[in-house]
């Protein structure tokens, strides 16, 4: 987790909401992202979005069940939809998102019984500090 915060500050640093997801396999880092939205001007590029395809890409492959997605807020339902189709072993996120969040809120997209795959979820890691790289992002906003 603590890569993925690294990877919401440098968002932070781009004018981004500072999200951040990183993909191990096996203990090792195989991709990292930031969003980008703002950035590429494509309301598509989240960072666990933008983590898939460079996990896909750095595997040659469609699927990543023996990966673990870390990312520091809760996805939304095209994340999680995302997730599910790349067949994403684990997720493990920080901050909860009680308006766009769809894992614990929302969708619930892993409970819906159309789901294809449902990852094992770990939910609240680093939570606090997730929370606060984007109340402090939003605060300044305003």
């Known amino acids: 987790m603590t890569l993925a915060l690294e990877q919401a500050k440098f968002a932070q640093n781009q004018d981004e909401v500072p999200i951040g997801a ?9 991709a990292s992202a930031h969003n980008l939205c703002e950035s590429l001007k494509d309301p598509t ?9 460079k996990a896909c890409a750095a595997l040659g492959e469609m699927r990543l069940s023996d990966c673990e997605l870390y990312v520091t807020l809760e996805p939304c339902a095209m994340c999680a939809g995302a997730i599910s189709h790349a067949r994403l072993a684990k997720v493990i996120y920080g901050a909860y998102d009680p308006k766009g969040g769809a894992i ?7 409970q819906s019984p159309n789901c294809l795959h449902r990852p094992d979820v770990i939910s609240g890691v680093d939570e606090n500090e997730s929370k606060q790289l984007l109340q402090s992002f939003f605060l300044a906003k305003r």
């Open 104 to 110: 614990d809120h929302g969708a619930k997209v892993f």
């Open 45 to 53: 590029a989240h960072a666990e979005l933008l983590a898939i395809q």
């Open 22 to 30: 990183v993909i191990v396999q096996q203990g090792q880092v195989i």
